[in-house]
């Protein structure tokens, strides 16, 4: 599993010129997953996305965690994160998981998130998503499963 984590001011997707998710501050985040993730590996990549301390305290020092600012979700399927790009110009998105077990994957995630973070905004499985955001910072993290996990 492959989260892509942006610290943003604010943040939307929109499918076909409705916006069908969008949060203030807190993380935009995008998630890959591939045939060989399940439950378990989500729910700690899911603890790590949680309690990740990049927001500012008082002394602008990056201690803070998402709940410590009241920090709110958006949470959007991309597949592409597991584009692999060794031949050729053309990258292949063999890595990625089958649609159905991803879908419910991903809803599952969605779900926990909720456990931990009041408001959590979502895409569409699948869709064709434009996403907006402005990335308070930057600040960016990137999070694989098999870096944190293995």
């Not at 045939?35 to 790590?48: N, Q």
């Not at 920090?71 to 089958?98: M, W």
């Not at 931990?116 to 434009?130: I, L």
Request: glycine content about 8%; proline content about 3%.
């Amino acid at each position: 599993m492959r989260l892509l984590i942006q610290r943003v001011s604010k943040a939307s997707v929109t499918i076909e010129d409705s916006i069908v998710g969008e949060i203030g501050q807190g993380f935009c985040v995008f998630v890959g997953i591939s045939d060989s993730d399940t439950k378990e590996i989500a729910d700690k990549m899911i603890h790590k996305l949680v309690n990740l301390r990049i927001f500012s305290d008082e002394n602008g020092k990056t201690n803070l965690n998402i709940s410590s600012v009241d920090g709110e979700l958006l949470i959007v399927s991309q597949f592409t994160l597991y584009a692999d790009c060794k031949h050729g110009n053309r990258p292949s998105f063999i890595n990625a998981g089958k649609p159905e077990p991803s879908e419910l994957l991903y809803q599952y995630i969605i779900e926990k998130c909720r456990e931990f973070v009041p408001k959590v905004a979502h895409g569409e499985f699948g869709a064709d998503m434009q996403v907006a955001l402005i990335n308070d910072g930057p600040f960016t993290v990137w999070l694989d499963s098999e870096e944190i996990y293995t």
